[in-house]
């Protein structure tokens, strides 16, 4: 059973900065890669960011120049750095592996950017 453990989110001015980190419980990134997704309120999850299991880096449009995903393999943690926060930038983040046909999600944390 894949278990997954964000965590970092919090409440940040605009502008502002905030590392998230989503923690495995085995070492799948390296074998899986590994996602980022979003939802705000009202709205439906989105894809953010995306790591292969090569150590390539995909980002949306949105958070391109802002968020960078970083890996230790030998902690079996990912990390989020996200910098000059915007208030849209407000939702619950999740950790996302996608292991054959399933999907195995974290519980989340909220990122709050007050403007």
């Known amino acids: 059973q894949v278990q997954l453990v964000e965590s970092g989110g919090g409440l940040v001015q605009g502008g502002g900065s905030l590392r998230l980190s989503c923690a495995a419980s085995?070492?799948?990134?390296?074998?899986?890669?590994m996602n980022w997704y979003r939802q705000a309120p009202g709205k439906e999850r989105e894809w953010v960011v995306g790591?292969?299991?090569?150590?390539?880096?995909y980002y949306a449009d949105s958070v391109e120049g802002r968020f960078t995903i970083s890996r230790d393999n030998a902690k079996n943690t990912v990390y989020l750095q996200m910098n000059s926060l915007k208030a849209e930038d407000t939702a619950v983040y999740y950790c996302?592996?996608?292991?054959?046909?399933?999907?195995?999600w974290g519980q989340g944390t909220q990122v709050t950017v007050s403007s």
């Open positions: 996302n592996v996608r292991i054959g046909n399933l999907n195995h």
């Open positions: 085995a070492n799948i990134f390296s074998i899986y890669g």
């Open positions: 790591s292969s299991r090569t150590g390539s880096t």
